[in-house]
């Protein structure tokens, strides 16, 4: 969802602990940008409170007392909204970071962020790009350099060059202005290339495109 620049964007908080969430809307509260429209303690709050307030963005924890993270994210993301879903949390591990994405997570940080960086993240993912912390894109580019060569095969193969550069590109975190910048393109040209590479890999998110592309090139 593009947020409007005069609307502030909804968010949900949700994390198990209440001091936690106390000082993330005290944090938040400082931003005209953010209007925090409620907060989460469970899954079952989480997916419940979701779909009743349909924020544009969902702030999530991945530990929760009554099951992970990643299964609310992915029933908030079968809901008929277009709410975002940005991961918040101090545990990290490749694994842990494939899963976020393939369970449609929109973006991961972890909690060491500063307050203007994690504004910028909301904003970022309110706008419709994906956002990764740039330790976890450190990751993702050491689970993707070392098998680069592997993108010839398998479902990659119907990519054109130019449309598994974009891929890439998308699964380090970039946007599609940061790729223009990149490639040389313009965000125009970049938007048409990502969108034919949905289309080809029956996708439907940016995320579920990054994740896709570092799975592949695992293989």
Same mark, same amino acid.
């Given at each position: 969802m593009e947020a409007s620049e005069s609307k502030p964007i909804r968010l949900l908080l949700v ?7 106390? +000082? ?9 940008? *953010? ?9 079952? /709050?989480?997916?419940?409170? &979701? ?10 924890? *991945?530990?929760?007392?009554? +099951?992970?993270?990643?299964? &609310?994210?992915?029933? *908030? /993301?079968? /809901? ?26 929109? +973006?991961? %940080? ?46 990659? &193969? ?12 998308v699964a380090e975190g970039k946007t599609n202005k940061e790729i223009a910048a990149v490639l040389?393109?313009?965000d125009k040209t970049v938007k048409n290339y990502f969108s034919n590479v949905l289309d080809k %890999? /029956? ?10 592309? *570092? ?5």
């Open positions: 994390d198990d602990h209440e001091i936690v969430r106390i +000082g993330l809307k005290t944090l938040l509260s400082r931003f005209p940008r *953010i209007n925090v429209v409620g907060e989460a303690g469970s899954v079952a /709050q989480a997916v419940s409170e &979701a779909a009743r307030l349909t924020p544009d963005v969902v702030l999530l924890d *991945i530990r929760l007392p009554d +099951g992970s993270g990643f299964d &609310a994210c992915r029933q *908030i /993301q079968k /809901q008929p909204t277009e709410t975002r879903v940005l991961v918040l949390t101090s545990f990290v591990n490749d694994s842990i970071i494939l899963e976020a994405t393939a369970a449609g997570a929109d +973006g991961y %940080l972890l909690k060491e962020i500063n307050g203007d960086a994690l504004v910028r993240a909301i904003e970022t993912v309110a706008a419709g790009q994906s956002i990764l912390d740039p330790s976890i894109t450190r990751r993702v580019l050491g689970l993707i350099q070392p098998n680069t060569e592997a993108v010839a095969g398998g479902k990659l &193969a119907m990519l054109s060059a130019q449309e598994k550069r974009v891929l890439a590109l040389g393109l313009s %890999l /029956q996708l439907t998110r940016r995320s579920q495109a990054a994740v896709f592309f *570092i799975q592949q090139t695992m293989k």
